[in-house]
């Protein structure tokens, strides 16, 4: 005996048909407002009073949800939707649902979902209420019908317990969505208001062109043909680019990415075929392996590329034309050789690119957009890359920053401003370098006195000190005093020597004097400076040898005192026990040794290590701002290079050790 059984769907077929992305459930509600002929449709977000989500709440004056007491309820069947049966709804507008499911869509907002709906029965308006929940979406709750207060028709859908979200259903983003979604059809029936969230799409404000082309006719391996077409909506409000995939009425099934090249275009690309809906019914619109897809996705993009190779070329003709009445086009009109001819037609390629991709620069100052255009023309003509490189820094400074360098241009030539970021830069690899030089123990077994640090100190005196400028280099007592009383403007002939105690000579590896001076203040300053070798451990035998000279100093009546101070410094990498203490005794500043009885001259024990941090601690506050990284191993070629070609390093043996 045969049997014939019911199919029960479980509660896992109504969770996946309630499943959706939120753009989609919120669309199938507003689509479902346009098949009732809704001429007002609005999305309205509630928050409860601490700010959260507490209702998503979409209201319609279309014809409502009719109940007539003989007929099974709308809701009441899965599929077999009425829509199928019709393809136009009573004001003749296309029809959008066909499946019978979008009220499912709505349990993806929200755990409880109502529709309070008002239709006309003959000359009266009654009202009833449906209610369903998530937990059991297959079951729906009529309440009685009533007459209705108002002879109006409509449907206010209610999603209650909404998911949780991060907000997204609020942003701009989700309105540009919604937008490139519905654009088309709000298109085709202008009379139509859809609001977001209190701000209603305008089709005015948002699209800037729109054109269809028909594609290639589609054989499937079945044998049948496709037909289809593409419209390409230009936005001119709204950002982002998609290629929706709609049945033959225009209506959005599903999404795919253009995957054109179209330099500052936004725009949303309708691809339409009843295939799709063939292939939606059977929930295979999201999968591009259906036969016949990729070649219509592949059709549709081709027309794409060729639609935005003809747009690209008529906005640069726009753009030039405008360009040339502001007065900023370099070129003249007609080209003066073929050559100038090419590079007008590169110019124009890479202006109009700069155009599209530079924030703000439609809204550059006459002045300054010129600046750029002579800019991009010489780099185009000379084909230089540093040129091409100083245009593209320009471009990108915000506004706010073009104008600070154009003031600043005001004030300093260019050439000068390079020049001191270029100092500064050589400042850092030359401190940097030499402290790997005398520090490092890999190299400086190499590094001689004379013939490389005495080299390096005497180029560069600022490693002492901003105010010092080169004197005198490795020369004796008496020629240090000739100096001393040249830059003292005295008379410089000397007819006695300067001796050390005990009648000896002398003499010093460096002598500097005070560059800058204050204005009615006798504080000139001399330095005198004794280098020694890397690799030496300076001792009581060093100090006393600089000391000589300075007691030398002092004792000579003709060195002046007075309105001169001088400072003698001993400059090593390491100091031994002895001097250590000497040099770092209560009664003195760190590292001074001997300060004469009037105060005016003093000697010190400086290592390299003290000195040049100092020396970087002063550059730092610019190099920050500069945001210059120097390398050890750059600084050390760079002196390597300028100064002490013959050294190198030990071998890595005795660098590893």
């Known amino acids: 005996m045969s049997t014939t059984i019911d199919v029960s769907p479980r509660n896992d077929f109504w969770h996946r048909l309630c499943r959706t992305r939120p753009l989609r459930a919120v669309s199938e509600i507003v689509w479902n407002a346009l098949d009732a002929d ?25 014809t409502g949800i009719p109940r007539a007491r003989d007929e099974e309820h709308r809701f009441a069947a899965l599929g077999g939707s009425w829509k199928a049966k019709v393809q136009r709804t009573p004001e003749k507008r296309l029809m959008h649902g066909k499946l019978g499911e979008g009220r499912f869509r709505a349990f993806a907002l929200g755990g409880i979902v109502t529709w309070q709906t008002t239709f006309k029965d003959g000359q009266n308006y009654l009202s009833y209420e449906i209610l369903g929940s998530v937990s059991a979406p297959g079951k729906f709750t009529l309440s009685d019908i009533t007459p209705s207060a108002l002879a109006a028709t409509g449907t206010i859908v209610t999603i209650s317990n909404p998911e949780a979200n991060d907000g997204t259903l609020e942003t701009d983003d989700f309105r540009a969505h919604i937008s490139r979604i519905f654009a088309p059809y709000l298109l085709n029936y202008r009379a139509i208001k859809l609001t977001i969230g209190g701000k209603a799409i305008d089709t005015k404000e948002i699209v800037a062109r729109r054109e269809e082309f028909p594609l290639p006719p589609l054989r499937l391996r079945n044998g049948h043909e496709i037909a289809a077409s593409l419209e390409i909506v230009e936005w001119r409000s709204i950002s982002g680019r998609a290629l929706y ?12 990415a253009p995957e054109v090249r179209a330099p500052g275009f936004d725009f949303g690309a309708y691809l339409k075929s009843a295939y799709f809906s063939q292939l939606d019914e059977g929930a295979l619109v999201d999968i591009d392996l259906a036969d016949g897809v990729g070649q219509l996705l592949s059709s549709a993009r081709d027309q794409l590329a060729r639609y935005f190779k003809q747009r690209e070329r008529e906005k640069a003709k726009a753009l030039i034309e405008v360009w040339k009445k502001e007065g900023v086009y370099p070129f003249a009109e007609k080209p003066e050789s073929q050559a100038s001819d090419k590079a007008r037609q590169v110019f124009d390629i890479c202006a109009v690119t700069v155009h599209d991709y530079v924030d703000g620069f439609e809204h550059q100052n006459k002045a300054t957009k010129s600046l750029s255009f002579r800019l991009l023309k010489e780099a185009i003509e000379s084909g230089s890359p540093e040129l091409s490189r100083i245009l593209s820094e320009v471009l990108m400074l915000p506004s706010a920053k073009q104008k600070e360098f154009s003031e600043l241009l005001d004030r300093a030539k260019l050439t000068n401003i390079i020049d001191a970021v270029k100092d500064i830069e050589l400042r850092l690899v030359t401190a940097k370098g030499l402290r790997e030089l005398v520090c490092s123990a890999y190299i400086r077994d190499s590094v001689k006195e004379r013939e490389h640090i005495h080299r390096i100190v005497a180029d560069n005196p600022w490693l002492f000190g901003e105010q010092y400028a080169m004197g005198r280099s490795e020369v004796g007592l008496t020629n240090l005093l000739r100096e001393h009383l040249k830059l003292m403007k005295r008379d410089t002939r000397v007819t006695e020597p300067v001796l050390k105690s005990g009648g ?54 003709r060195f002046d005192k007075t309105s001169v101070s001088w400072d003698f410094w001993l400059v090593g990498v390491q100091l031994d026990h002895a001097l250590s203490e000497l040099c770092n005794a209560q009664d003195r500043p760190p590292g001074c040794a001997h300060i004469s009885k009037s105060g005016r001259i003093k000697v010190w024990v400086k290592t390299w290590g003290e000195l040049l941090h100092d020396c970087l601690g002063r550059h730092e506050y610019i190099r920050s701002k500069l945001e210059l990284e120097v390398t050890e191993e750059e600084s050390v070629a760079h002196l390597q290079k300028m100064y002490m070609e013959v050294v190198t390093p030990q071998s890595e043996e005795k660098k590893n050790f």
Do not use: P
């Open 38 to 62: 809704a001429e007002n449709v609005g999305v309205e977000f509630h928050r409860n009073a601490l700010g959260g989500l507490s209702e998503i709440v979409i209201k319609d004056d279309g």
């Open 245 to 256: 995939l709609c049945d033959e009425n225009g209506f959005a099934l599903s999404e795919r």
């Open 504 to 557: 000896k000579s002398g003499r010093v590896d460096i002598m500097l004097a005070k560059l800058v001076k204050m204005s009615g203040r006798s504080d000139d300053n001399h330095l005198v400076i004794e280098l020694k070798r890397a690799n030496k451990v300076l001792s009581h035998k060093e100090f006393s040898q600089l000391f000589e000279y300075a007691n030398a100093v002092g004792q000579d009546t």
